[in-house]
């Protein structure tokens, strides 16, 4: 305002700038080619529901993560409870957390892009749920989570990346479809750099390099170890700096 000593606050990347920029999204799927299926012209719309997916019309998925984030962290506060119960073991709260919980923020996760900003994005609201159940530090959590979420879910849709291109291509559609898009997206001359389903598949220069890789199994298992490795050094270190006095038994359970 006239007069006002003070610089308005930039309204860059808030709330209401992100809901802006939303809205205008949706607006202009309205001015785009339609298509028409039987004679019926089918309507555009930014974003849809698919079986318990949310799908964008420019194929982003950051909208689906964070609404499936949202799900999950009222699930986790439903069970808070048995989250701050001293007489259940850490071991036993995090199969219950990965069961009842990550079930919830996964479901769907191998179509996801794996951009650094949605990682970090992941990584933050998994320590902010592993603090309230093993009383570390969210900075401790972040840093080396007692439940690695980020290597879980990149090397759960790898090793199911493997299955899927060690599948007949006549018998199956979804391994037509993977190799598809991923040369549709040019993984084959961008150095396979995309953050996508084959983002840890290792080096390849053509699909047929790709199967070749996929083929050989204990190659791409100790792919998929090398992403998730069961880490005692660390587990050792993160009980040690642990306010939890069961985090000794769930490594010792670790260790079994």
């Not at 499936?68 to 957390?97: C, D, H, N, V």
């Not at 919980?101 to 949605?118: A, D, N």
């Not at 953050?195 to 290792?202: C, E, F, I, V």
Request: with cysteine; glycine share 6%; aromatic share 6%.
């Amino acid at each position: 305002p006239l007069g006002c000593k003070n610089k308005p606050k930039s309204k860059s990347g808030t709330l209401a700038e992100k809901a802006v920029k939303r809205l205008r999204r949706k607006e202009a799927q309205k001015h785009y080619d339609h298509v028409c299926m039987e004679g019926t012209e089918l309507e555009n719309v930014l974003c849809f529901t698919y079986l318990g997916s949310n799908f964008e019309a420019d194929g982003d998925c950051e909208q689906d993560v964070k609404i499936r984030m949202a799900i999950a962290k009222s699930t986790f506060g439903k069970l808070m409870e048995i989250w701050k119960a001293p007489e259940i073991s850490l071991k036993q709260k995090l199969r219950l957390y990965s069961a009842a919980v990550i079930s919830i923020v996964s479901f769907g996760f191998e179509t996801w892009e794996m951009p650094q900003k949605l990682e970090d994005s992941l990584r933050g609201w998994n320590a902010r749920c592993l603090a309230a159940i093993t009383g570390r530090e969210i900075s401790q959590e972040h840093r080396q989570p007692t439940f690695d979420l980020i290597a879980k879910l990149r090397a759960r849709r790898l090793k199911w990346a493997g299955q899927i291109l060690r599948l007949e291509p006549e018998d199956s559609l979804v391994h037509q479809v993977l190799i598809a898009i991923k040369t549709a997206m040019h993984d084959l001359t961008a150095g396979n750099n995309r953050r996508s389903l084959l983002m840890d598949a290792g080096e390849y220069n053509s699909h047929e390099e790709l199967l070749a890789l996929a083929a050989d199994k204990r190659g791409w298992a100790e792919r998929v170890r090398q992403i998730d490795p069961v880490d005692h050094d660390t587990a050792a270190k993160m009980v040690s700096s642990s306010l939890d006095p069961y985090a000794e038994e769930w490594l010792m359970g670790q260790n079994t």
